[in-house]
């Protein structure tokens, strides 16, 4: 029993919390937001090195916000993203933009491999939107597919993306106001496929929703496709059709078009560049609904009969085709051509650089290229 005349003390403990110190600034005496700036400036060849600094560099070289402020700031370098069959198995390469003040003295045109994408059918449709690249639909073993399969270029990875509704192979496929658009690639034999048979992806919800099509729309193989004026352009073995994404309305191409479209295009300031049966670049004009031939290329480049691909690289007209190397090697060789409306109406163009991007051991094919900014 304790004494009444005892005292009791009581010690009371103060527990003082200390709170973490802020992280370190990417660049000393200098806001953030200045800093990513000044990162937004450095090309992208170096961006590795600078990925290698801290764990808060490298966060912010892979961030969305270098690419915005990179964009905002006209700092904006295209890649050239190439798909290739090599035998039976298909490999993906990049090659950086060279220098468009001093495209000769580059060091990197040089086809770099990316990782191999888990499983490529044959006949898929490609599309870039942002940093992605997004690989749509094909065949495996012969079965069409509606697997999407997508390259994020800051990471340098694969990845699945959301299904179609429906499975297909050789669609037409395009990008317009961050949206994808494919139609075609699928046989219309119920009412599933008739009501599908045009479809968009929405990278905000991460789904696809059918796009409403007229009856007598419905081809299924669709061989080009192209996107002017935020209108899809698509190709189909007897004449072709083309969708307005802002008035969500059909039409059929003109028979001008559709007679003059040989081979894998491109679209440049308007005007859509593909090759003739004669191997000359041409150029359509959507407006004047004319083919006309690019002036000033012959002497610097070949013919391009067969197996060549086309892309818009910065404004540039890019152009991949196959060459003869020695032995059984194979050369892949590109050009970038500076296009333009002469005072006259017609097209012009001026060879900018003109090299061997690749070497292969064997018998290879270009299977798609397409570009990305970043």
Known sequence: MADENSTTTTIT????????PPPPLLLPNLPDDIAVQCIAR???????????????????IKSPLLFTTRSLLNS???????????????SWYYLLRPNPN?????????????????????????AVLGSKIYVIGGAINDIPSNN??????????????????????FAAAGAVNGKIYVMGGCLVDNWARSMNWAEVFDPVSGSWAAVPS??????KWMHASAVIHDKIYAMADRGGVVYD????????????????????????????????YLGRIRGYDIDE?????????????????????????????????????????MEIMCAEIEVQKDSCGGLSGSILWSDVILVVPNRSSIVHCVVVGL
């Open 102 to 126: 001093n495209p000769t003295t580059t060091t990197t045109k040089i086809l770099s491999p990316l990782p191999p994408i888990p499983s490529h059918p044959i006949g898929s449709s490609f």
């Open 13 to 20: 403990t103060t527990t003082t919390t200390t709170e973490a």
């Open 214 to 219: 007229p009856i007598d729309v419905k081809d």
């Open 245 to 276: 994404v802002v008035a969500g309305e059909w039409g059929d191409v003109s028979r001008r078009l559709d007679m003059g479209w040989r081979g894998r295009a491109a679209v440049v300031d308007g005007v859509l560049y593909c090759y003739d």
């Open 289 to 329: 609904d004319e083919w006309k031939e690019l002036k000033g290329v012959d002497k610097g480049l070949p013919k391009f009969l067969c197996g060549a691909t086309m892309a818009n690289v910065g404004g540039k007209l890019c152009v991949v085709w196959e060459g003869k190397g020695s032995g059984k090697e």
């Open 76 to 90: 904006t370098q295209h890649i050239l993203y190439l798909s290739l069959r090599i035998n039976s198995s298909f």
């Open 148 to 169: 999407i399969w997508v390259f994020d270029c800051r990471f340098n990875k694969w990845e699945i993306g959301p299904k179609m509704r429906v499975c297909r192979e």
């Open 42 to 60: 450095v090309p992208l060849s170096h961006h590795h090195s600078l990925s290698l600094v801290s764990k808060s560099w490298l966060s912010t």
